[in-house]
Protein backbone atom coordinates (compact mmCIF):
# COMPACT_ATOMS: atom_id res chain seq x y z
CA UNK A 1 0.00 0.00 0.00
CA UNK A 2 1.44 3.47 -0.56
CA UNK A 3 0.90 6.64 2.21
CA UNK A 4 0.11 9.25 -0.53
CA UNK A 5 -3.87 9.42 0.81
CA UNK A 6 -3.24 8.03 4.23
CA UNK A 7 -2.96 9.53 7.47
CA UNK A 8 -0.27 7.63 10.34
CA UNK A 9 -2.54 7.18 13.27
CA UNK A 10 -5.86 8.06 11.98
CA UNK A 11 -6.35 5.84 9.16
CA UNK A 12 -3.76 3.47 10.36
CA UNK A 13 -2.30 2.79 13.33
CA UNK A 14 1.52 2.60 12.34
CA UNK A 15 3.31 2.84 8.66
CA UNK A 16 5.40 -0.27 7.98
CA UNK A 17 9.23 -0.10 8.84
CA UNK A 18 8.06 1.69 12.24
CA UNK A 19 9.44 0.58 15.44
CA UNK A 20 6.74 -1.17 18.02
CA UNK A 21 7.42 1.94 19.76
CA UNK A 22 5.73 4.05 17.37
CA UNK A 23 2.27 2.56 16.93
CA UNK A 24 -0.28 4.42 17.84
CA UNK A 25 -2.72 2.13 20.62
CA UNK A 26 -4.31 0.44 21.57
CA UNK A 27 -3.76 -1.59 18.12
CA UNK A 28 -4.03 -5.18 17.44
CA UNK A 29 -0.58 -6.85 16.98
CA UNK A 30 0.46 -10.40 15.57
CA UNK A 31 3.99 -11.33 16.28
CA UNK A 32 4.48 -12.70 12.62
CA UNK A 33 7.26 -15.35 13.85
CA UNK A 34 4.56 -16.94 16.32
CA UNK A 35 2.25 -17.02 13.97
CA UNK A 36 4.13 -18.42 11.20
CA UNK A 37 5.12 -21.43 13.65
CA UNK A 38 1.52 -21.91 14.81
CA UNK A 39 -0.10 -21.94 11.38
CA UNK A 40 3.10 -24.52 10.78
CA UNK A 41 2.19 -26.78 13.66
CA UNK A 42 -0.89 -27.07 12.71
CA UNK A 43 -0.18 -28.11 9.33
CA UNK A 44 2.14 -30.57 10.58
CA UNK A 45 -0.45 -32.06 12.88
CA UNK A 46 -3.08 -32.17 10.24
CA UNK A 47 -0.65 -33.98 8.05
CA UNK A 48 0.39 -36.23 10.43
CA UNK A 49 -2.92 -37.55 11.38
CA UNK A 50 -3.73 -37.69 7.86
CA UNK A 51 -6.83 -35.34 8.18
CA UNK A 52 -7.83 -32.59 5.63
CA UNK A 53 -7.36 -29.08 7.48
CA UNK A 54 -10.28 -26.19 6.80
CA UNK A 55 -9.30 -23.98 9.78
CA UNK A 56 -11.96 -21.53 11.14
CA UNK A 57 -11.75 -18.07 9.27
CA UNK A 58 -14.04 -16.70 11.91
CA UNK A 59 -11.10 -16.30 14.48
CA UNK A 60 -9.37 -13.62 11.90
CA UNK A 61 -11.85 -12.78 9.53
CA UNK A 62 -8.68 -11.78 7.27
CA UNK A 63 -8.10 -12.42 3.49
CA UNK A 64 -4.63 -11.98 4.02
CA UNK A 65 -4.28 -14.70 6.94
CA UNK A 66 -6.82 -17.17 5.01
CA UNK A 67 -4.75 -17.05 2.06
CA UNK A 68 -1.84 -17.65 4.37
CA UNK A 69 -3.63 -20.70 5.67
CA UNK A 70 -4.31 -22.10 2.03
CA UNK A 71 -0.88 -21.11 0.27
CA UNK A 72 1.47 -22.22 3.21
CA UNK A 73 -0.11 -23.69 6.14
CA UNK A 74 -1.62 -26.82 4.43
CA UNK A 75 -5.29 -25.34 4.26
CA UNK A 76 -7.67 -27.02 1.46
CA UNK A 77 -9.90 -24.09 2.15
CA UNK A 78 -11.68 -22.23 5.14
CA UNK A 79 -14.69 -21.90 7.53
CA UNK A 80 -17.13 -18.87 7.75
CA UNK A 81 -19.60 -18.47 9.95
CA UNK A 82 -21.69 -15.82 8.15
CA UNK A 83 -22.31 -15.04 4.59
CA UNK A 84 -21.38 -11.52 4.83
CA UNK A 85 -18.36 -12.97 5.95
CA UNK A 86 -17.71 -15.39 3.07
CA UNK A 87 -18.92 -12.75 0.60
CA UNK A 88 -15.77 -10.40 1.84
CA UNK A 89 -13.22 -13.07 2.06
CA UNK A 90 -14.24 -14.72 -1.54
CA UNK A 91 -13.80 -10.90 -2.77
CA UNK A 92 -10.19 -10.67 -1.59
CA UNK A 93 -9.45 -14.30 -2.80
CA UNK A 94 -10.69 -16.86 -1.02
CA UNK A 95 -11.22 -19.95 -3.61
CA UNK A 96 -13.18 -22.89 -1.01
CA UNK A 97 -15.46 -21.81 1.70
CA UNK A 98 -17.75 -24.23 4.13
CA UNK A 99 -20.24 -22.38 5.74
CA UNK A 100 -19.97 -24.24 9.43
CA UNK A 101 -23.36 -23.11 10.43
CA UNK A 102 -27.02 -22.84 9.83
CA UNK A 103 -28.52 -20.30 7.25
CA UNK A 104 -32.05 -19.74 7.80
CA UNK A 105 -33.07 -16.27 5.46
CA UNK A 106 -34.27 -16.75 2.11
CA UNK A 107 -32.19 -13.45 1.28
CA UNK A 108 -29.05 -15.36 2.58
CA UNK A 109 -29.98 -18.60 0.86
CA UNK A 110 -29.74 -16.23 -2.39
CA UNK A 111 -26.60 -14.92 -1.54
CA UNK A 112 -25.01 -18.00 -0.51
CA UNK A 113 -25.70 -19.56 -4.04
CA UNK A 114 -24.75 -16.51 -5.78
CA UNK A 115 -21.67 -16.54 -3.58
CA UNK A 116 -21.25 -20.28 -5.26
CA UNK A 117 -20.85 -18.84 -9.05
CA UNK A 118 -17.80 -17.61 -8.22
CA UNK A 119 -16.16 -19.74 -5.41
CA UNK A 120 -16.64 -23.48 -4.31
CA UNK A 121 -19.08 -22.89 -1.50
CA UNK A 122 -20.44 -25.59 1.04
CA UNK A 123 -23.28 -25.31 4.24
CA UNK A 124 -24.53 -27.02 6.75
CA UNK A 125 -28.22 -27.97 7.10
CA UNK A 126 -30.18 -29.26 9.73
CA UNK A 127 -33.50 -28.75 8.71
CA UNK A 128 -35.51 -29.56 5.86
CA UNK A 129 -37.34 -26.08 4.72
CA UNK A 130 -33.39 -25.13 4.15
CA UNK A 131 -32.86 -28.03 1.72
CA UNK A 132 -35.33 -26.85 -0.26
CA UNK A 133 -35.02 -23.28 -0.14
CA UNK A 134 -31.24 -24.17 -0.77
CA UNK A 135 -32.16 -26.57 -3.86
CA UNK A 136 -34.63 -23.67 -5.09
CA UNK A 137 -31.64 -20.91 -5.30
CA UNK A 138 -28.93 -22.92 -6.61
CA UNK A 139 -31.25 -23.68 -9.58
CA UNK A 140 -31.86 -19.97 -9.95
CA UNK A 141 -28.10 -19.67 -9.99
CA UNK A 142 -27.31 -22.51 -12.32
CA UNK A 143 -24.62 -23.53 -9.36
CA UNK A 144 -24.67 -27.16 -7.53
CA UNK A 145 -24.20 -26.37 -3.57
CA UNK A 146 -22.13 -29.24 -1.42
CA UNK A 147 -24.04 -30.00 1.69
CA UNK A 148 -23.55 -31.20 5.11
CA UNK A 149 -25.81 -32.42 7.82
CA UNK A 150 -25.09 -31.29 10.73
CA UNK A 151 -25.44 -33.31 13.91
CA UNK A 152 -25.68 -32.19 17.90
CA UNK A 153 -23.03 -33.99 19.15
CA UNK A 154 -23.02 -32.80 22.38
CA UNK A 155 -22.92 -29.14 22.79
CA UNK A 156 -26.95 -28.33 22.08
CA UNK A 157 -26.48 -25.79 19.73
CA UNK A 158 -27.34 -25.95 16.06
CA UNK A 159 -27.67 -29.66 14.53
CA UNK A 160 -29.92 -32.77 14.12
CA UNK A 161 -30.06 -35.92 16.11
CA UNK A 162 -27.17 -38.26 15.25
CA UNK A 163 -28.44 -41.36 13.70
CA UNK A 164 -31.54 -41.91 11.73
CA UNK A 165 -32.65 -38.14 11.81
CA UNK A 166 -29.42 -37.31 10.50
CA UNK A 167 -29.80 -40.08 7.68
CA UNK A 168 -33.68 -38.48 6.78
CA UNK A 169 -32.35 -35.00 6.34
CA UNK A 170 -29.01 -36.87 4.13
CA UNK A 171 -31.10 -38.28 2.09
CA UNK A 172 -33.94 -34.94 1.49
CA UNK A 173 -30.09 -33.25 0.62
CA UNK A 174 -29.51 -36.08 -1.78
CA UNK A 175 -32.67 -36.09 -3.54
CA UNK A 176 -32.70 -32.51 -3.99
CA UNK A 177 -31.86 -30.81 -7.53
CA UNK A 178 -28.27 -29.03 -7.40
CA UNK A 179 -27.48 -30.20 -3.78
CA UNK A 180 -24.55 -32.79 -3.65
CA UNK A 181 -24.82 -34.61 -0.21
CA UNK A 182 -21.07 -33.97 1.04
CA UNK A 183 -21.00 -35.37 4.38
CA UNK A 184 -21.91 -34.76 7.96
CA UNK A 185 -20.78 -31.63 10.37
CA UNK A 186 -20.06 -32.80 14.29
CA UNK A 187 -18.35 -29.87 16.10
CA UNK A 188 -18.39 -30.34 19.48
CA UNK A 189 -18.53 -26.03 20.63
CA UNK A 190 -18.62 -26.63 24.62
CA UNK A 191 -15.99 -29.14 24.74
CA UNK A 192 -12.99 -27.11 23.04
CA UNK A 193 -12.37 -25.05 26.26
CA UNK A 194 -12.82 -27.74 29.09
CA UNK A 195 -9.17 -27.29 30.31
CA UNK A 196 -9.01 -31.00 32.36
CA UNK A 197 -7.66 -33.38 29.53
CA UNK A 198 -9.48 -36.01 30.84
CA UNK A 199 -12.86 -34.11 30.96
CA UNK A 200 -12.17 -33.41 27.41
CA UNK A 201 -11.72 -36.10 26.04
CA UNK A 202 -14.79 -37.90 27.66
CA UNK A 203 -16.69 -35.61 25.82
CA UNK A 204 -14.78 -35.73 22.85
CA UNK A 205 -15.12 -39.81 22.79
CA UNK A 206 -18.90 -39.43 23.00
CA UNK A 207 -19.05 -37.23 19.83
CA UNK A 208 -16.75 -39.30 17.85
CA UNK A 209 -19.10 -42.25 18.81
CA UNK A 210 -22.18 -39.90 17.54
CA UNK A 211 -20.28 -38.91 14.29
CA UNK A 212 -19.34 -43.05 13.68
CA UNK A 213 -22.92 -44.04 14.10
CA UNK A 214 -24.42 -41.82 12.04
CA UNK A 215 -21.55 -41.99 9.32
CA UNK A 216 -22.36 -45.83 9.63
CA UNK A 217 -25.99 -45.47 9.23
CA UNK A 218 -25.37 -43.14 6.76
CA UNK A 219 -23.52 -45.80 4.32
CA UNK A 220 -25.69 -48.28 5.18
CA UNK A 221 -28.03 -45.79 3.22
CA UNK A 222 -26.21 -45.52 0.05
CA UNK A 223 -24.54 -42.27 1.44
CA UNK A 224 -21.27 -42.31 1.58
CA UNK A 225 -20.34 -39.31 3.96
CA UNK A 226 -17.16 -37.99 2.08
CA UNK A 227 -16.46 -35.40 4.57
CA UNK A 228 -16.82 -35.83 7.73
CA UNK A 229 -16.05 -32.61 10.06
CA UNK A 230 -15.47 -30.74 13.10
CA UNK A 231 -13.14 -29.77 15.90
CA UNK A 232 -11.57 -26.81 17.18
CA UNK A 233 -8.39 -25.64 18.69
CA UNK A 234 -9.00 -27.70 21.99
CA UNK A 235 -9.64 -30.80 20.86
CA UNK A 236 -8.25 -30.73 17.06
CA UNK A 237 -6.07 -33.76 17.89
CA UNK A 238 -8.82 -36.08 19.60
CA UNK A 239 -11.27 -35.58 16.44
CA UNK A 240 -8.04 -35.91 14.02
CA UNK A 241 -6.68 -39.36 15.38
CA UNK A 242 -10.36 -40.84 15.89
CA UNK A 243 -10.31 -42.54 11.80
CA UNK A 244 -13.95 -40.84 11.66
CA UNK A 245 -13.36 -37.67 10.61
CA UNK A 246 -11.63 -36.50 8.24
CA UNK A 247 -11.51 -32.69 8.10
CA UNK A 248 -10.72 -30.62 11.14
CA UNK A 249 -11.42 -27.13 11.59
CA UNK A 250 -9.75 -25.11 14.19
CA UNK A 251 -9.68 -21.39 14.13
CA UNK A 252 -7.87 -20.28 17.47
CA UNK A 253 -4.69 -22.10 16.77
CA UNK A 254 -3.23 -19.26 14.99
CA UNK A 255 -3.68 -16.56 17.90
CA UNK A 256 -3.89 -18.60 21.59
CA UNK A 257 -5.76 -16.41 23.61
CA UNK A 258 -5.12 -15.98 27.18
CA UNK A 259 -8.56 -18.82 28.31
CA UNK A 260 -7.04 -21.24 25.49
CA UNK A 261 -3.60 -21.02 26.92
CA UNK A 262 -5.52 -22.54 30.35
CA UNK A 263 -6.49 -26.02 28.39
CA UNK A 264 -4.02 -28.66 29.23
CA UNK A 265 -2.90 -30.20 26.49
CA UNK A 266 -3.82 -34.06 26.07
CA UNK A 267 -1.01 -35.14 26.29
CA UNK A 268 0.38 -33.28 29.01
CA UNK A 269 1.45 -30.02 30.59
CA UNK A 270 2.01 -27.97 28.00
CA UNK A 271 -0.45 -25.97 25.99
CA UNK A 272 -2.63 -27.47 23.38
CA UNK A 273 -0.63 -28.92 20.47
CA UNK A 274 2.18 -26.58 21.55
CA UNK A 275 0.40 -23.13 20.32
CA UNK A 276 1.61 -19.80 21.75
CA UNK A 277 0.65 -16.55 21.74
CA UNK A 278 0.73 -14.70 18.99
CA UNK A 279 -1.88 -12.11 19.09
CA UNK A 280 -1.54 -9.05 21.64
CA UNK A 281 -3.34 -5.67 22.48
CA UNK A 282 -0.48 -3.29 22.59
CA UNK A 283 -1.17 -0.95 25.22
CA UNK A 284 0.37 2.44 26.46
CA UNK A 285 0.34 3.41 30.18
CA UNK A 286 -1.87 6.83 30.17
CA UNK A 287 -2.05 7.60 33.79
CA UNK A 288 0.04 6.72 37.10
CA UNK A 289 -1.96 8.12 39.63
CA UNK A 290 -1.46 6.13 42.52
CA UNK A 291 1.06 3.34 44.06
CA UNK A 292 0.81 0.74 42.56
CA UNK A 293 -1.68 1.62 39.78
CA UNK A 294 -1.34 2.23 36.51
CA UNK A 295 -3.90 2.95 33.95
CA UNK A 296 -3.63 1.82 30.52
CA UNK A 297 -5.22 2.91 27.07
CA UNK A 298 -7.15 -0.21 26.32
CA UNK A 299 -10.44 -0.83 28.02
CA UNK A 300 -13.98 -2.97 26.92
CA UNK A 301 -13.56 -1.55 23.31
CA UNK A 302 -9.92 -3.18 22.61
CA UNK A 303 -10.68 -6.80 24.20
CA UNK A 304 -13.53 -8.97 24.48
CA UNK A 305 -13.45 -10.33 28.60
CA UNK A 306 -16.27 -12.74 27.94
CA UNK A 307 -13.69 -15.61 28.57
CA UNK A 308 -11.64 -13.82 31.82
CA UNK A 309 -9.70 -10.66 31.34
CA UNK A 310 -6.54 -10.19 29.53
CA UNK A 311 -2.95 -11.36 30.84
CA UNK A 312 -0.15 -8.92 30.76
CA UNK A 313 2.53 -10.75 28.36
CA UNK A 314 5.76 -11.99 29.69
CA UNK A 315 5.13 -9.63 33.44
CA UNK A 316 4.00 -11.71 35.80
CA UNK A 317 4.19 -8.40 38.04
CA UNK A 318 1.65 -7.00 36.66
CA UNK A 319 -2.12 -8.07 36.19
CA UNK A 320 -5.05 -6.46 34.67
CA UNK A 321 -7.56 -6.08 36.92
CA UNK A 322 -10.46 -4.57 35.56
CA UNK A 323 -11.54 -2.98 32.49
CA UNK A 324 -14.49 -0.19 31.40
CA UNK A 325 -15.04 1.52 28.31
CA UNK A 326 -12.38 3.43 27.31
CA UNK A 327 -9.46 2.05 30.32
CA UNK A 328 -7.62 -1.00 31.60
CA UNK A 329 -6.41 -0.56 35.08
CA UNK A 330 -3.43 -2.45 35.87
CA UNK A 331 -2.12 -3.74 39.54
CA UNK A 332 1.64 -2.75 39.37
CA UNK A 333 2.78 -3.68 42.92
CA UNK A 334 6.43 -2.62 42.66
CA UNK A 335 5.66 0.33 40.70
CA UNK A 336 7.61 -0.39 37.24
CA UNK A 337 5.46 1.48 35.12
CA UNK A 338 5.72 4.99 34.05
CA UNK A 339 3.66 6.89 31.50
CA UNK A 340 3.69 5.75 27.67
CA UNK A 341 5.49 2.44 28.78
CA UNK A 342 4.00 -0.24 26.24
CA UNK A 343 2.55 -3.55 27.67
CA UNK A 344 1.31 -6.53 25.19
CA UNK A 345 -1.88 -7.67 26.18
CA UNK A 346 -3.09 -11.53 25.44
CA UNK A 347 -6.67 -11.03 24.99
CA UNK A 348 -9.04 -13.08 26.89
CA UNK A 349 -10.87 -14.51 24.03
CA UNK A 350 -9.48 -14.08 20.32
CA UNK A 351 -12.48 -14.39 17.86
CA UNK A 352 -14.52 -10.96 19.25
CA UNK A 353 -11.34 -9.12 20.14
CA UNK A 354 -10.21 -9.32 16.09
CA UNK A 355 -13.87 -8.33 15.02
CA UNK A 356 -12.76 -4.74 17.25
CA UNK A 357 -10.15 -3.50 15.24
CA UNK A 358 -9.94 -2.58 11.27
CA UNK A 359 -5.99 -3.29 11.16
CA UNK A 360 -3.52 -6.37 12.00
CA UNK A 361 -0.40 -4.53 13.01
CA UNK A 362 2.00 -7.27 11.63
CA UNK A 363 5.48 -7.23 13.67
CA UNK A 364 8.82 -8.62 13.56
CA UNK A 365 12.10 -7.77 15.11
CA UNK A 366 10.50 -5.54 16.54
CA UNK A 367 9.46 -2.98 13.71
CA UNK A 368 6.02 -3.14 11.67
CA UNK A 369 6.87 -5.38 8.42
CA UNK A 370 2.88 -5.53 7.14
CA UNK A 371 -0.86 -3.73 7.92
CA UNK A 372 -3.43 -6.94 6.66
CA UNK A 373 -7.09 -5.28 7.46
CA UNK A 374 -9.62 -7.11 9.09
CA UNK A 375 -11.53 -7.73 5.99
CA UNK A 376 -14.47 -8.88 6.94
CA UNK A 377 -14.29 -6.63 10.83
CA UNK A 378 -18.15 -6.31 11.44
CA UNK A 379 -19.48 -8.73 8.72
CA UNK A 380 -22.18 -10.03 10.86
CA UNK A 381 -25.60 -10.40 8.59
N1 LIG B 1 -15.86 -24.93 13.88
C1 LIG B 1 -17.01 -24.34 14.28
C2 LIG B 1 -18.29 -24.77 13.68
C3 LIG B 1 -16.97 -23.32 15.25
O1 LIG B 1 -18.10 -22.73 15.65
C4 LIG B 1 -15.70 -22.94 15.79
C5 LIG B 1 -15.60 -21.92 16.85
O2 LIG B 1 -16.45 -21.68 17.64
C6 LIG B 1 -14.54 -23.57 15.33
C7 LIG B 1 -14.66 -24.57 14.37
C8 LIG B 1 -13.14 -23.18 15.76
O3 LIG B 1 -12.91 -23.25 17.09
P1 LIG B 1 -11.61 -22.66 17.80
O4 LIG B 1 -11.54 -21.20 17.58
O5 LIG B 1 -11.90 -22.99 19.21
O6 LIG B 1 -10.44 -23.36 17.25
MN1 LIG C 1 -13.66 -18.46 20.23
Same mark, same amino acid.
Given at each position: ?12 ? =? =? @? ?81 ? @? ?5 ? #??? @? ?29 ? %? ?6 ? %? ?29 ? %??? /? ?30 ? /? ?26 ? !???? *???? #? ?6 ? =? ?9 ? *? ?13 ? !? ?9 ? @????? $? ?22 ? !? ?7 ? #???? %?? $? ?14 ? *? ?26
Amino acid at each position: MTYDDIDIGYDVP =A =A @IGDNIADIQTPALIIDLDAFERNVARMKDHAEAMGVRLRPHAKTHKSADVALYQMASGGAVGVCCQKISEAEALVRGGVTDVL @IANEVAD #PKK @IDRLAWLAESAHVSVCVDDPTVVAALSEAAA %LHGVTLDV %LVEIDCGARRCGVLPGAPAVELAKAVAAAPN %LAF /TGIQAYHGSAQHIYDPVERRAAIDKAIGMARE /TADLLRDAGLEPAIVTGAGTGTHDLEGA !SGVY *NEIQ #PGSYIFMD =ADYARVRSTEG *NGTIGGFEHALFVLT !SIMSKPASGRA @ICDAG $LKAHSIDSGLPTVFERPDLTFASA !SDEHGKIED #PQDT %LT $LNDRLRLVPGHCDPTC *NLYDWYVCVRNGRVEALWPVTARGKLY
